[in-house]
């Protein structure tokens, strides 16, 4: 981090989580470390299936029970170690401390509840107020994130809503109780253009006014660039290279990384996805020896095949888990 | 909403049709020639020819059909050939008791059922799961009377605890509430087991869905998360299933009025099948049927009520 | 992939049969069942070495005798040895069970795999059968009974008809799969006749849901036959019916509660054994159909 703080609104260490699986226990994120200040936003990037929405589980501890189980490794959020929390301890952090808005729009809300019930009772869960209380706070957040005729909308029941219009619900029903992080799993797949943007200013503000820590878990590079203090990418389940955004994207030092911006002609261009890296995600239950990339890299060793390189620091806040980093 | 039950009723005309022609088929069946029932001993052949024209016993079936339904649909369901009784109002007695009965039944089975099948869904795997489970396959293995001899058996008998036969009054007396125990306790047991398990598989397949995640993630206590947004969406297959069952309710009923010498319809019908009472038989199959029929409909509104997206 | 698909789903039932048996033999409990299934099958068809009783005879000095060394069901109101009686009612309950199924199974799949394979045909059947679903099947036996008298065959032939309709919609369903699928199409353009792709590929393919469902189905088939024959629907006294057997005994319950409630267990202990075979193998051969 650029400006080292004593201590960040969330810290990750070392963190491991494991699923049991028809074939067996199998680890799928390990040893991620990274840490969010408050007012701050990481963006973790990677292809599906690499751990990021399982890093995101982890912190909320929600993962799929009784699948799901974080191995080692601690999540401390303002000095608590959240993974050392009872569950009722836990649920008042879910929700009120911490928020999360999930990836799947169209099933994220329930079918047959209406949009206001579903709002008033994240409120309802945390804070003490009437009815008619909370809903004026949901007829708010429902204003906040755009939502046209938002009176209409809180009787509606999900599926009279739109895609795009759903996932504004979700993302203010996460913003109700004014969290001090939130974690947005790919909030702005489903937004149109200007929704988007108008959705990325409302976390600016927040993060400004209120200070709000941002998670944002992303597959669009112009939303990194844009919003983005810190990035980590991930990789097979590892943080492989982790930085700030200017150094990550001027000069990144992980050939995976390398692989992910390559292509892309202009770090400012808006729409740029993720191009295609040659090769597929390696299979968790299987990974090769070495460094988890090695098949795929363009630029392996005999080295990478045999030993696990560590995240190691470049120059400053930039680490990169690579045998041959410092590439420049 | 208007669109389910109008569809209901169109599925149920040709169950009505094929109903009425088996009531009419019981009646033109019936080894004995009502003309010579109702001239009695010793009439006459040109007598018997004047009741038959009179009866319209001599026209074609198609016609007879016709004329049967005419009749059906101005409330006329014969007398019956025991004790001269009309038969609609000997229906007409019976009908409250089995119809109390039945909901007796339902709301019995379905709080148990459904409590039961959370239970198993929510302790996934454990003892209690096992048990439940277990114990709900042996309720779907046990014939309906069996569990009405032993609950007879033990209840009544063993332990004088409980009245066991007939009714015992309406529902708002002490009476009636205590003749009404072990009858709607035995017919809605068939029913918990099936129940059970419906709503354990509904409620895993529910328990693993985003908007449970969600739900989690607004920092709600799990006993809202399961009760709440889980229970209320696995409902409609619940829903559906008891509708599928409504024949085994309807079946149920038959026997369980049989044993506790409960004064419905299903008890009715058995007895005058035994006694070879067919204008009665007609008349009680008849009302069956509309029963399940009615029961079928009620569950689609049920089920559309449960769920908003076709409750428009 | 359309290729791959052609070459995996022709031998598809052929290949999963052993290792089902594999599963089969791996699920304890199951497997306990039908041995406890097996046992029974061949008590009931052995039935007359089993017991030097006759299930018939009535002995008037030998009343209600509680079970015991010679008796080891004991005996009914009219002295007859309740094991033998049980022993043939048994036989009688699986008979008629496996006759109705198999009635009702013929009957359901043929109109099943044909509204799957002649489309015009589909819509008429299905709607058919919807009606006939909607006749719970103790209608169809008070009906039955009403119209052609109580006896064994009007019982079987209420539960026969009540079985048509699932039948149908099962092997339709898994006919379906296969009737649209390339290798049948190269049947038809190889020239093979209507009769011989039925046989040869489509039913081939319905028999593991159809086996599976009729399996889930016969428990249930014989609970609605005790009840009927409860109820005295099915064959009158004196006869080794276990439903009519309880019906009988009902009178008793005070005095010689065992007259009525050893031919409850029986058929309590049959189905359960049923039933719990049955969701063994739909788990084992076809996680798809749901009850």
Not at chain 1, 206 to 235: F, P, Q
Not at chain 3, 36 to 63: C, E, H, K, M, Q
Not at chain 3, 209 to 214: E, K
Request: one cysteine or more.
């Amino acid at each position: 981090m650029t400006q080292a703080e004593a201590n960040p609104l969330l810290r990750v260490t070392r963190l491991r989580t494991s699923i049991a699986t028809d074939m067996g226990r199998m680890v799928v994120i390990s040893d991620v470390s990274f840490e969010v200040g408050a007012g701050r936003t990481l963006c973790i990037v990677g292809e599906s299936g690499c751990g990021k929405s399982i890093t995101s589980l982890s912190i909320m501890r929600l993962l799929p029970k009784p699948q799901g189980r974080i191995e080692a490794g601690h999540v401390s959020f303002l000095g608590r170690d959240l993974t050392a929390l009872s569950e009722r301890e836990m649920r008042q952090v879910r929700g009120r401390d911490i928020s999360i808005v999930f990836q799947e729009p169209m099933t994220a809300l329930n079918p047959v509840f209406t949009i206001g019930s579903q709002l008033t009772e994240a409120l309802l869960a945390h804070e003490r107020c009437g009815t008619a209380q909370a809903r004026a706070r949901a007829l708010g957040a429902l204003r906040e994130v755009g939502i046209p005729d938002p009176e209409s909308r809180l009787d509606a029941y999900p599926h009279q809503l739109s895609g795009g219009q759903r996932q504004r619900v979700v993302i203010a029903m996460a913003l109700l109780c004014r969290p001090k992080l939130l974690i947005a799993d790919e909030p702005t797949t489903a937004l149109d253009v200007t929704v988007q943007a108008q959705i990325l200013e409302l976390f600016r503000q927040l993060r400004n006014s209120h200070g709000m820590g941002l998670i944002l878990i992303t597959h669009d590079l112009g939303v990194v660039a844009e919003m983005a203090d810190d990035v980590i990418v991930m990789y097979a389940g590892r943080v492989v290279e982790a930085g700030p955004v200017a150094s990550i994207f001027n000069r990144p030092q992980h050939p995976y990384t390398i692989g992910l911006l390559g292509s892309l002609p202009k770090v400012s261009e808006r729409q740029g996805r993720l191009p295609i890296v040659p090769g597929t995600v390696p299979n968790l239950m299987a990974l090769p020896e070495g460094c988890g990339f090695h098949p795929r890299c363009p630029l392996a060793q005999r080295r990478c095949a045999v030993d696990l390189p560590l995240l190691n620091a470049v120059h400053g806040d930039h680490r990169a888990a690579c045998w041959l980093a410092p590439l420049d | 909403m208007l669109r389910v039950v109008i569809n209901r009723l169109l599925i149920s005309i040709p169950v009505l049709i094929g109903v009425l022609f088996i009531g009419f088929l019981l009646l033109i069946v019936a080894p004995s020639d009502p003309a010579a029932v109702i001239a009695g001993e010793g009439a006459t052949p040109e007598l018997l020819a004047v009741l038959r024209q009179e009866l319209g016993l001599d026209r074609p079936v198609l016609e007879r059909f016709a004329l049967y339904l005419q009749r059906v649909l101005q409330g006329d369901l014969g007398k019956s050939v025991i004790n001269k009784a009309p038969v609609i109002e000997e229906l007409s007695y019976a009908m409250g008791p089995t119809f109390e009965l039945m909901l007796c039944a339902l709301l019995v089975a379905v709080p148990v059922g459904i409590a039961l099948g959370s239970l198993a869904a929510v302790m996934r795997g454990r003892w209690i799961d096992r048990v439940i489970m277990m114990s709900s396959v042996a309720g779907l293995s046990m014939p309906g009377f069996m569990i009405a001899l032993l609950a007879i058996q033990y209840f009544g008998l063993h332990w004088g605890l409980l009245p066991f036969q007939g009714r015992g009054g309406p529902l708002w007396t002490w009476s009636g509430i205590l003749h009404m125990v072990l009858p709607a306790t035995t017919l809605g047991s068939i029913l918990i087991g099936p129940i059970a398990r419906m709503t354990r598989t509904a409620m895993l397949e529910v328990l693993t869905l985003d908007y449970i995640r969600t739900a989690r993630a607004k920092g709600l206590s799990e006993l809202k998360v399961v009760l709440k947004h889980a229970l209320r969406t696995a409902l409609p297959p619940v829903v559906t299933l008891i509708g599928l069952q409504a024949g085994y309710l309807l079946g149920g009923a038959v026997v369980t009025e049989t044993i506790f010498a409960w004064p419905g319809v299903g008890r009715l019908a058995i007895s005058a099948i035994a006694s070879s009472d067919f204008p009665m038989a007609q008349g009680t199959i008849l009302v069956l049927a509309v029963s399940f029929l009615i029961i079928n409909l009620m569950v689609d509104l049920i089920y559309c009520w449960l769920d908003p997206r076709i409750r428009l | 992939m359309t290729q791959q698909s052609v070459a995996v789903a022709a031998p598809r039932s052929a290949r999963t049969t052993p290792r089902a048996l594999q599963r089969l033999l791996k699920d304890k409990i199951a497997l306990v069942m039908l041995i406890l299934l097996v046992l029974i099958i061949l008590g009931a068809i052995f039935a007359p070495l089993l017991t030097s009783f006759d299930p018939y005879r009535t002995s008037l000095r030998n009343r209600n005798v509680p079970p015991g060394a010679l008796h080891l069901f004991g005996t009914d109101e009219q002295g007859r040895d309740l094991l033998a009686r049980v022993l043939f009612g048994i036989r009688l309950t699986l008979a008629s069970g496996f006759i109705s199924l198999f009635l009702g199974g013929i009957v359901g799949t043929a109109i099943g795999v044909c509204a799957a394979y002649y489309k015009r045909a589909d819509n008429i059947l299905m709607r058919a059968m919807d009606t006939v679903l909607s006749f719970p099947a103790i209608l169809l036996g008070l009906a039955i009974a009403g119209i052609s008298g109580p006896g064994t065959w009007s019982v079987i032939l209420a539960l026969a008809i009540s079985t048509v309709p699932p039948i149908a919609r099962v092997a339709r369903s898994s006919a379906l799969s296969v009737v649209n699928q390339d290798y049948l199409v190269a049947a038809r353009a190889l020239g093979l006749g209507d009769p011989t792709i039925l046989r040869r590929y489509v039913l081939r393919n319905c028999a593991p849901s159809i086996l599976v469902y009729v399996t889930l189905r016969f428990g249930q088939v014989i609970l609605l036959g005790a009840s009927l024959s409860f109820l005295g629907l099915g064959a009158p006294p004196p006869a080794a019916e276990l439903g009519t057997m309880v019906s009988q005994g009902r009178a008793l319950l005070f005095t010689a509660p065992h007259v009525a409630l050893v031919p409850c267990f029986a058929i309590f202990i049959i189905v359960l054994i049923l039933n719990v075979l049955g969701d063994a193998a739909r788990d084992i051969f076809d996680p798809k159909i749901q009850q």
